[in-house]
């Protein structure tokens, strides 16, 4: 596709301005440094091998940490963790070339570089994510289930690819597998569909297509509209899919894969270590807390049954604040996860994870949803941070607890954490009576036929 095709060269455009940048952002660290000031081409010469090394080592790591901002989904604080922690691995390979014999120049010139050429990736990706959805193709969904749902929600968190979704062409049925409207019109429906401007459409059914599905599909095909589809197979949400062209039949394939045993064992030194600092942080917090908490229920903490890794049971701590007061500060701020911080440091949680799950809840899950239990869960995780409580849709939620096993790596954790203060702080800031959906989430788009034709397709 000449979209595809157009993501690509940008991925390319966009490391070529990640080197002009660096060039950029070591001239004006040197004239922002007082110690040395100037920039005539003999004082370059010391910084020629420093560049280079630079060079290099980011366009390694663009390829192997797949820094072009797209990969897990168009997030701000994302891309910063991710250009944020590259940064930190260019400068500790400088660091090392240095102790081999490389020359650095002025190390004030090096810590003012860094934090320029980071903020200077990010705004590049951001205009990238700009230019491509300049020319949004308008996209229909074919479908109104969770998969539909699923896949416009990650439509819209790619804007690279320069797709807009209108909303869904529902296909509702009755509990006899038949057909609950009326009976499908398909010329009427292909004249306002492609009258309306759509030029692709997304078919994300859950059940196979009927004989009139197909008729309509072969209808829009020749009116030039692009048709994209969603296999209905549950494992996409948690693993990787290969396409195989045998002949003109489309194979799709899907593999586990397993986060490396060195960076699970990097997340957890890192679980460790901030997990004891901020309890250390956050200690005079505590008898306050543990106070208010005993005055108002009677007890200070409490321990919740939950299943951990590979399906080991724990005891989750928490302060004792009850679901009654589901607007109180003290839940909408997350001051009484704080005692899960202990869990962290005994194994049992980890600081970004899935959430755990009741004994109860987690019993008749299989299959794909068994998959949530490779890691640890955490106090945090993707649903978290995009506003889902525990009063959401279960599907939702695990949704985002299978696609972050999926795409785990630490510069997710990273971002994760970044995105929990912020998700914290705007709850705070932001009024909620704790009826109702959370104010950061939105309803799905609609899509309503005129007068006259089946609504239910």
Known sequence: MNRMRDWQQMRRWILAGDLVWMVLALMLARLLDPSRIGLALGAWRPW???LLVLGLSWSVLVRVLELDGFRAGWRIATILAQCLLAVLIMMLILVAEANAGLRLGSPAVLRIFAPLFCVGTVLIRFLA????????????????????????????????????????????????????????????????????????????????????????????????????????QFEVYASRAHLLD???????????????????????????????????????L???????????????????????????????????????????????????????????????????????????????????WSKRLALS??????????????????????????????????SQDLAILFQTVSTLVSRCLQPHDGRGPHPRRSSKPQWNPPSGLDSSC
């Not at 894969?257 to 005079?284: F, H, M, Q, Y």
């Not at 941070?385 to 630490?410: P, T």
């Open 129 to 232: 994510a700009r230019l491509l959805a300049q020319r949004a193709v308008p996209t229909l969904v074919l479908g109104d289930g969770r998969l539909a749902r699923e896949a416009a929600r990650r439509v819209h968190r790619h804007p690279e690819l320069g797709w807009e979704v209108l909303g869904f062409l529902g296909l509702e049925m009755g509990a006899t597998g038949e057909r609950a409207g009326p009976a499908l019109r398909t010329p009427d429906l292909v004249q306002f569909v492609v009258g309306g401007g759509v030029r692709q459409l997304i078919v994300a059914l859950e059940q196979p297509p009927t004989a009139e599905v197909y008729k309509l599909l072969e209808a829009l095909r020749a009116q030039g509209i692009r048709l994209l589809h969603v296999p209905a």
């Open 286 to 368: 505590w008898g306050p807390l543990a106070l208010a908490a005993r005055l108002r229920f009677g007890g200070s903490f409490e321990r919740l049954p939950r299943v951990g890794r590979d399906g080991v049971p724990f005891a989750m701590l928490r302060l004792r604040w009850r679901a009654v007061d589901r607007s109180h500060w003290l839940r909408r701020s997350g001051l009484r996860e704080l005692p899960q911080f202990f869990n962290v440091l005994r194994g049992e949680m980890s600081l970004v994870g899935p959430r755990p799950e009741p004994l109860e809840l987690a019993a008749p899950h299989h299959g794909a």
């Open 246 to 284: 045998l002949d003109g039949i489309p194979i799709i394939s899907f593999l586990d894969s397993a986060p490396p045993p060195l960076a699970l064992g990097l997340k957890r030194v890192g679980d460790c270590a901030l997990a004891a600092a901020l309890l250390l942080i956050t200690l005079p």
């Open 48 to 50: 020629m091998p420093v």
């Open 377 to 410: 869960p955490g106090i945090t995780g993707l649903a978290q941070v995009y506003g889902l409580g525990e009063l959401d849709r279960e599907h939702d939620r695990h949704s985002y607890d299978l696609e972050y096993i999926h795409r785990w790596s630490l």
